[in-house]
């Protein structure tokens, strides 16, 4: 990704988490550490290539770790450095604010998503 000069706190994040699939990703590694395919299986959406580019860049600024173990076959992890568990609070509340605008506005929703059961149910894990 395109770095921009960093000119205020909004840029320093930006600086960081530019790239539509970071903050989901970042997210979700909240729980435990997970595989490249747990990610192609949670996020289906994004491509190979995007998703190796965004773990590469978080990666190098430190938002999350990767651990590579020495078997075969080839077992790779990743999961969140200490900073970049700071950035869970702010998910929360974007991912609250997400919630709100999704259960006045339901049509946005994709027919496969998940978010339409649980909109109809009430029950939001």
């Known amino acids: 990704m395109k770095k921009y000069p960093v000119r205020c706190p ?4 930006l600086n960081v988490m530019d790239g539509h699939w970071k903050p989901i990703i970042v997210w979700h590694l909240q729980i435990k550490p997970l595989r490249f395919k747990d ?3 949670i996020i289906p959406d994004i491509s190979t290539k ?7 860049e978080l990666e190098r600024d430190h938002i999350i770790d990767r651990k590579a173990y020495n078997q075969t076959p080839p ?5 969140l450095t ?5 950035l869970l609070p702010a998910l929360a509340a974007l991912r ?6 999704l259960t006045q506005n339901q049509h946005m929703l994709h027919p496969d998503s998940e978010w339409n059961e649980k909109l109809k149910t009430g029950i939001y894990n």
């Open 39 to 41: 990610f192609q299986d």
């Open 75 to 79: 077992k790779v992890e990743y999961e």
């Open 10 to 13: 909004v840029t320093a994040y």
């Open 82 to 86: 200490g900073e970049g568990s700071t």
């Open 96 to 101: 609250e604010w997400g919630l709100n605008r």
């Open 50 to 56: 995007v998703l190796t580019e965004q773990l590469k």
